[in-house]
């Protein structure tokens, strides 16, 4: 009976223990949660929160979202600047994967692989992602990027140190550092054109509509719909980044 | 009150103080208003000037080209795509014109043939499609199968 009675409030003990150990854990954990998790969804559904599609099926490869871009934010012309671009993969029969991207794609592509060696070639558009969770924001040591209530990652000009943290932290390689500012740039998602009602500047000039801008809580929106109808992927999905582009025939090739 | 607390409050007191002065000199003004970062910065990156127009702005005065464009294979593609940036044009219509691209190449980004596209859209080998003309002597680019000769 006694040996019972000692196993019993050993129990109890190690329960209570568990408990307020847990709590105290919640506890401290918790404020560190804005660390881990950068930004969350956002509670308001009545405002947008924006997102982005890329059918690649549709991409043609003519790089004028490429071009446009660099016009309309002032992006250097250098063919290593970019803030969008597009790559050409091609998967030959024996398996081997070629990846090339002539000045983003500006200046068109050339198939230099005979068509008989092609198993399957496509274009991937690619650009910053807006992750929800980005990596980027979470390296910033002084807080010059940062997630908008919108969904959009943006950059402190006046504020970034150039430190180039973010741009080693980006999985999907879409920022630079700036040769005249000397700070990080990156894709707005085109914020002073979606903030007065517009379309991004890629978007306005994709002649096949393979680019697609929309409100991820419009639930009869355009991207929503796009995303309803296709099967679609976001890049490195095992980094967890809470990417929100979604790719419409993303093959497993696509890094 | 401990004498030793007499001269330790008045230090902390001008620490606490100092560091408050310090810190509103040092953090910028909205900075932690919705996150770790300036709030006035979105303010900023939506202000910066526009380059493109769009299809919309165009329509406005171009009706005409707009309705034309509509009814060929390039229904349903920007201005801006081959005429360039047009919103310097939308604000004052004199004060600037607006790229008139007629480069084979430049209609070679889409029309040249690529194994990727090639069912995608009409394609032909810029080398041997007529390679002495311009693709606009014969291509109405607004109405691209309507061809002049």
């Keep these: 009976m006694g040996h019972n009675r000692v196993n019993q409030s050993r129990r109890n003990f190690i329960k209570a223990a568990a408990a307020a150990g847990g709590l105290l854990a919640t506890g401290i954990v918790n404020p560190f949660n804005a660390v881990i998790f950068a930004s969350e969804q956002p509670t308001d559904p009545t405002k947008p929160w924006w997102g982005y599609g890329i059918d690649i099926e549709k991409c043609i490869g003519c790089g004028r979202c490429a071009n446009a871009c660099k016009t309309e934010n002032n992006v250097p012309r250098e ?54 969770k980005s990596p980027c924001v979470q390296a910033c040591p002084v807080g010059a990027t940062y997630d908008t209530p919108d969904g959009v990652v943006l950059v402190d000009e006046s504020y970034c140190i150039g430190c180039r943290y973010c741009v080693q ?32 500047a890629c978007v306005e000039v994709c002649p096949t509509h393979a680019r697609i801008l929309g409100d991820l809580n419009d639930k ?26 979604y790719y419409n025939a993303l093959s497993g090739e696509v890094r | ?26 953090v910028p003004e909205s900075f932690g208003e919705a996150g770790h970062y300036r709030f006035n910065s979105i303010v900023e990156n939506a202000e910066k000037p526009l380059q493109y127009a769009d299809k919309d702005a165009c329509n406005e005065c171009h009706e005409d080209y707009v309705m034309e464009m509509e009814s060929d294979m390039h229904a349903g593609l920007s201005c801006e795509t081959c005429h ?3 919103f310097a044009h939308y604000e004052e219509p004199d004060s600037s014109r607006l790229l008139v691209p007629d480069q084979r ?16 859209l009409a394609q032909i080998d810029l080398k041997e499609h007529y390679p002495e003309k311009k693709c606009i002597e014969c291509h109405n680019p607004h109405l691209p199968w309507d061809i002049t000769e």
């Design chain 2, 84 to 86: 360039g940036p047009g």
């Design chain 1, 169 to 200: 932290a980006c999985p999907y390689g879409c920022r630079y550092i700036h040769p005249e500012k000397n700070v990080v740039d990156k894709c707005t998602l085109c914020y002073h054109r979606i903030s007065k009602g517009k379309t991004t």
């Design chain 2, 1 to 26: 009150m401990p004498p030793q607390l007499k001269t330790l409050i008045p230090l902390f007191a001008i620490f606490i103080v100092l560091f408050l002065v310090g810190r509103h000199l040092v």
């Design chain 1, 79 to 132: 063919p290593f600047y970019f803030r969008t671009w597009v790559e050409q993969y091609t998967i030959k029969n024996d398996g081997t994967v070629q990846v090339e991207s002539p000045n983003g794609g500006i200046d068109g592509f050339e198939q230099i692989v005979p068509d008989d060696e092609i198993f399957k070639s496509f274009f991937v558009p690619k650009m910053c992602n807006h992750c929800h």
């Design chain 1, 220 to 245: 009869d929106g355009e991207l929503v719909k796009f995303m309803k109808n296709h099967t679609c992927l976001v890049l490195k999905p095992h980094l967890n980044t809470g990417s929100k582009l």
């Design chain 2, 105 to 120: 190449e430049f209609c070679g980004l889409c029309h040249q043939r690529n194994f990727n596209r090639e069912k995608k």
